[in-house]
């Protein structure tokens, strides 16, 4: 299965996170392993990477993004207050594979929150990507390596048939070997969008 055509690209593939967060700090689009499945990811500010990842992908920006870190405090400026009871749900839940839509800032990057108002947030517990963080000194886009409509992929090589020449690395590591991508909770009215009592799936 092949991705949509366009300029091909060379492809860092590597187990090394720092030598895959420096693609990260130079403006690169990666994909690295989650809890599930692999990620798509770049600095979530830079637009022009955005921009690459929804090409590469063919999703709709409308759709939003969830954001990934391994500390809260790197997306925390773009976060609004909530009730101390609902932040400490969430606090309580990481580091692990539970993403909390979040009222976001007026200075949140639209293309991140896409038609919504919440901002999806989750502080993984999967320790390449929390060293990849770390490297990186940035959170992470985090949006599943698949084609929109077609199974995500959950291994290197399913990765490299996908996207290898449309992505600048890729991070050449095991999942977590969670079965499902993480859950999803609204911050503010406690509903589950994905996981928990009444599972749905959806693209991550």
Known sequence: MAGPTGAQRETLVSDDTAAI????????????????????????????????ILEV?????????????????????????VPEAMQAMAEASWPGPHTWL??????????????????????TAHPAVRALCAAAGSALVSTSA?????????????????????????????CAGAEAPSSIRDMLTGAWIRGGPTARTADQ
Do not use: M, Q
């Not at 999703?59 to 207050?81: N, Q, Y």
């Not at 992929?153 to 590591?173: H, Q, S, W």
């Open 21 to 52: 967060a420096a693609v990260v700090r130079r403006g690169g689009v990666i994909a690295y392993p989650t809890e599930a499945v692999f990620g798509l990811g770049c600095r979530p500010a830079d637009a022009a990477a955005f921009e690459r």
């Open 146 to 174: 698949n084609l929109s409509g077609e199974p995500p992929c959950r291994d290197t090589r399913c990765v490299r048939e996908c996207f290898e020449g449309r992505l600048d690395g890729i991070l050449d590591l095991p």
């Open 102 to 123: 979040w009222p976001s800032r007026s200075s949140c990057p639209p293309w991140l929150r896409g038609s919504h108002t919440r901002l999806a947030v989750r502080v």
């Open 57 to 81: 992908k063919n999703r709709d920006v409308g759709k939003g993004v969830i954001v990934i870190t391994d500390d809260l405090s790197r997306v925390a400026h773009w976060l609004e207050p």
